[in-house]
């Protein structure tokens, strides 16, 4: 367990601090123009100085904040756009403030396009997480994530992804799902088989900053949801070459847990996104916020635009008890709390995530949110329906029901 340092404990309902993730933003500025992309300031070529990545983790390896392992996530932009060497320099600087006692990992979110062998030799040599932007086969793709004179991206993409397989750089995917791509399952898997993608993440286009989701818009979302997700997960286990699908994966660990303990209790301290520094995301300029990782660059003056302090001028301790991280926590908890007691999901869920619920609720204080029935409540049903089917096929089998590989077959 972390050892806390002497400030103020949040208010009722957090635990103390425990940062687990740091957001890092090196740069706003992305060489693409996603059609729904929220980011306000993707046009800035600012970039984080040496000097503010070691203040950020000088402090963080001081708080006593941290647990046995930290990652480190470099996004906000497109973290590529800087060269190999200032990653180089910066991964140098971090390692000589570590404690040895502490593993920390690097992750990069990318868009792909501008992936070099030079790329792969930095990431294979730190072990860094790669993730790659890419929303399926090149029609749907190239609808939303266009370059800035608005052409296709899909073909720089899918190259970036040939080279880390012929590098041997492990890595996984992020599709958008759109409207059209519920309507393709076969033909997203299709794609990922064909690039020798094993490891798939869905997310949902969102509802957030100025962008307004057209899928959240479209009629009968939630069925066309299901129907995608649960055909999607049929066929990729009946292919035996995806190794993992996130929304499946990453529920099945929730849903059965060990039967000890408070299974609410456990998805609250598990939902990081509504801890104070369980994310501490941290802007170019070391401006700082927390929560969800969505709130750093929007606007907002009841949160003070989410800004909790800068990590150049001002300490964890401060910004802990500071009014916008106060505000922003009394808040987020009574969402929580407002989750806790009403929704019969909580336990897989922890009481949602913030972003989604300031943006399509008009508040942190609030409940259920269409992004929440979509990434938590359809994912627990498909999962619990299979299970059930399976419980019933192998009353007399010795496997234990909640096997991950016999529950993919009662698909």
Same mark, same amino acid.
């Given at each position: 367990m972390p050892t806390t340092p002497t400030a103020e404990i949040p208010p009722s309902g957090f635990s103390a601090p425990f940062i687990q993730t740091v957001v890092v933003q090196p740069t706003p500025f992305c060489n693409i123009n996603c059609r729904y992309c929220y980011l306000p300031d993707r046009d800035s070529k600012a970039t984080m100085a040496l000097s503010t990545i070691e203040a950020l983790f000088s402090k &963080? $390896?001081? %708080?006593?904040?941290?647990?046995?392992?930290?990652?480190v996530i470099w996004h906000a932009g497109e973290p590529l756009v800087l060269p190999v060497s200032y990653y180089e320099t910066a991964f140098r600087a971090i390692e000589a403030l570590r404690p040895p006692s502490l593993a920390l990992r690097h992750a990069f979110q990318t868009n792909g396009m501008l992936i070099t062998p030079e790329w792969c030799a930095l990431f294979r040599d730190w072990d860094v997480g790669v993730g790659v932007s890419i929303d399926g086969p090149q029609a749907l793709h190239d609808a939303n994530r266009v370059t800035r004179s608005g052409r296709g991206t899909f073909g720089r993409t899918v190259a970036g992804m040939r080279l880390l397989r012929r590098e041997n750089v492990p890595f996984h995917v992020i %599709? &958008?799902?759109?409207?059209? %791509?519920l309507r393709s399952p076969e033909e997203m898997l299709d794609f990922y088989l064909a690039e020798g993608v094993e490891d798939i993440c869905f997310n949902v286009e969102e509802s957030e900053g100025d962008h307004v989701s057209e899928l959240f818009a479209a009629s009968n979302f939630d069925d066309r949801f299901r129907a995608f997700l649960g055909r999607f997960w049929t066929l990729a286990r009946q292919s035996g070459r995806v190794h993992t699908i996130r929304e499946i994966d990453d529920m099945l660990s929730r849903i059965f847990r060990p039967e000890s303990?408070?299974?609410?209790?456990? !998805?609250?301290?598990?939902?990081?996104? !509504?801890?104070? $520094?369980?994310?501490?995301? &941290?802007?170019?300029d070391g401006s700082a916020s927390s929560f969800s990782p969505e709130l750093l660059g929007l606007k907002n003056a009841a949160y003070n635009d989410f800004i909790i302090g800068n990590v150049c001028t001002d300490s964890l301790e401060s910004m802990l008890k500071g009014a916008a991280m106060t505000a922003m926590a009394r808040d987020i908890a009574t969402g929580v709390e407002i989750c806790r007691r009403t929704c019969e999901y909580f336990s897989v869920c922890g009481g949602g995530t913030p972003v989604n619920k300031l943006s399509e609720n008009g508040r942190f204080d609030s409940g259920e949110t269409s992004f929440c029935r979509l990434t938590e409540k359809i994912p627990t049903d498909l999962v619990l329906a299979a299970f059930d089917r399976l419980e019933a096929a192998i009353e007399s089998d010795s496997t234990p029901a909640m096997d991950p590989g016999r529950l993919a077959e009662a698909r």
């Amino acid at each position: 367990m972390p050892t806390t340092p002497t400030a103020e404990i949040p208010p009722s309902g957090f635990s103390a601090p425990f940062i687990q993730t740091v957001v890092v933003q090196p740069t706003p500025f992305c060489n693409i123009n996603c059609r729904y992309c929220y980011l306000p300031d993707r046009d800035s070529k600012a970039t984080m100085a040496l000097s503010t990545i070691e203040a950020l983790f000088s402090k &963080v $390896f001081a %708080s006593g904040w941290t647990g046995d392992e930290l990652t480190v996530i470099w996004h906000a932009g497109e973290p590529l756009v800087l060269p190999v060497s200032y990653y180089e320099t910066a991964f140098r600087a971090i390692e000589a403030l570590r404690p040895p006692s502490l593993a920390l990992r690097h992750a990069f979110q990318t868009n792909g396009m501008l992936i070099t062998p030079e790329w792969c030799a930095l990431f294979r040599d730190w072990d860094v997480g790669v993730g790659v932007s890419i929303d399926g086969p090149q029609a749907l793709h190239d609808a939303n994530r266009v370059t800035r004179s608005g052409r296709g991206t899909f073909g720089r993409t899918v190259a970036g992804m040939r080279l880390l397989r012929r590098e041997n750089v492990p890595f996984h995917v992020i %599709s &958008v799902l759109s409207a059209e %791509s519920l309507r393709s399952p076969e033909e997203m898997l299709d794609f990922y088989l064909a690039e020798g993608v094993e490891d798939i993440c869905f997310n949902v286009e969102e509802s957030e900053g100025d962008h307004v989701s057209e899928l959240f818009a479209a009629s009968n979302f939630d069925d066309r949801f299901r129907a995608f997700l649960g055909r999607f997960w049929t066929l990729a286990r009946q292919s035996g070459r995806v190794h993992t699908i996130r929304e499946i994966d990453d529920m099945l660990s929730r849903i059965f847990r060990p039967e000890s303990g408070d299974a609410n209790d456990d !998805a609250d301290r598990a939902n990081v996104q !509504a801890q104070p $520094f369980g994310m501490l995301n &941290v802007a170019c300029d070391g401006s700082a916020s927390s929560f969800s990782p969505e709130l750093l660059g929007l606007k907002n003056a009841a949160y003070n635009d989410f800004i909790i302090g800068n990590v150049c001028t001002d300490s964890l301790e401060s910004m802990l008890k500071g009014a916008a991280m106060t505000a922003m926590a009394r808040d987020i908890a009574t969402g929580v709390e407002i989750c806790r007691r009403t929704c019969e999901y909580f336990s897989v869920c922890g009481g949602g995530t913030p972003v989604n619920k300031l943006s399509e609720n008009g508040r942190f204080d609030s409940g259920e949110t269409s992004f929440c029935r979509l990434t938590e409540k359809i994912p627990t049903d498909l999962v619990l329906a299979a299970f059930d089917r399976l419980e019933a096929a192998i009353e007399s089998d010795s496997t234990p029901a909640m096997d991950p590989g016999r529950l993919a077959e009662a698909r």
